[in-house]
């Protein structure tokens, strides 16, 4: 993981521009009057610099609660100014503050940044505004907060929804850099182990044609980034091979069980025309 660094799939960000902390502090009034809470100034720009940096510094040295403490002191800082509260530099913190919940495995609160930083940044490419530059630029930290959103839905079991996610990145990143790129390679094998899951899940509900469908996709993302001798990746084509044998046979039993169920109809048929023939004649020798 990148620590403070530049923005992307897996990696920090480091563009975070001015944040700060907020504080409270109670007055007390004089005899007979009730404490009242009284907002605290604003932190000075030079000030809100000075504790990002700081905060920047303790994700690189490892202080990951400390970082967290201080990314979240700059965000509710800018959240609590209204000229700020919207800016895209509160979106950098807020992604940061994410990354590195993300590393202290506080995946709720990771989620939650990333999913206000997502709804923001597709919000503005929606928009339109910018350079070409910018909007170049948005719309790859909009990949790569879908893709560290997408780690964090697998972790917490939304097996489909990190499935949408990394579908929506790998098809976004292979268009740009083709199936070969490094990062179209990490992509899909991250994208083969939520299939993989997804595979196990349908077949211990008794969906091998779903299964089957799954374990072979897996495979085949897989193995673009671990190999043919990958144990999980022969393991999957194992299990698909397993699959399809039942499938198959699931489908000839079936077969033979509406074929059956057809020669009953036609045999019910015949009965009820050959007893209709008989009533026919039957009234016929007696009007004779």
């Not at 800082?77 to 509160?90: G, Q, V």
């Not at 182990?193 to 897996?218: H, N, S, T």
Request: proline share 1%.
């Amino acid at each position: 993981e990148g620590k403070g660094g530049g923005e992307g799939e897996g990696e920090g960000e480091g563009e975070g521009g001015e944040g700060g902390g907020q504080a409270e502090r109670n007055d007390e009034g004089g005899e007979g009057e009730e404490e009242q809470d009284e907002e605290a100034p604003a932190m000075e720009p030079a000030m809100m610099a000075a504790k990002l940096s700081m905060a920047n510094g303790m994700w690189q040295e490892g202080d990951l609660v400390g970082a967290a403490a201080t990314y979240t002191e700059l965000v509710e800082e800018r959240e609590r100014r209204e000229e700020l509260a919207s800016h895209a530099d509160t979106y950098k913190l807020k992604f940061q503050l994410g990354m590195v919940l993300k590393l202290l495995m506080d995946t709720a609160g990771a989620r939650a940044q990333f999913e206000a930083v997502l709804v923001h940044r597709e919000a503005q490419l929606e928009a339109g505004e910018g350079s070409v530059a910018e909007l170049h630029n948005l719309k790859g930290a909009t990949l790569g907060t879908k893709y560290n959103l997408a780690v964090i839905l697998k972790a917490e079991g939304d097996l489909d929804g990190a499935k949408r996610l990394f579908e929506a990145v790998l098809e976004s990143k292979e268009a740009a850099l083709g199936g070969e790129h490094t990062e179209v390679v990490r992509i899909k094998g991250r994208l083969g182990i939520v299939l993989r899951d997804m595979a196990e899940a349908a077949a211990a509900a008794e969906d091998e044609q779903g299964a089957l469908e799954l374990y072979g996709r897996a495979a085949d993302m897989m193995v673009v980034k671990y190999g043919e001798e990958d144990e999980t990746v022969a393991w999957c084509r194992e299990r698909a091979s397993e699959l399809s044998a039942m499938v198959e046979r699931a489908n000839t039993m079936k077969q033979a069980y509406r074929e059956q169920q057809r020669q009953q109809q036609r045999q019910q048929q015949q009965q009820q025309q050959h007893y209709g023939q008989q009533q026919h004649y039957q009234q016929q020798q007696h009007h004779g």
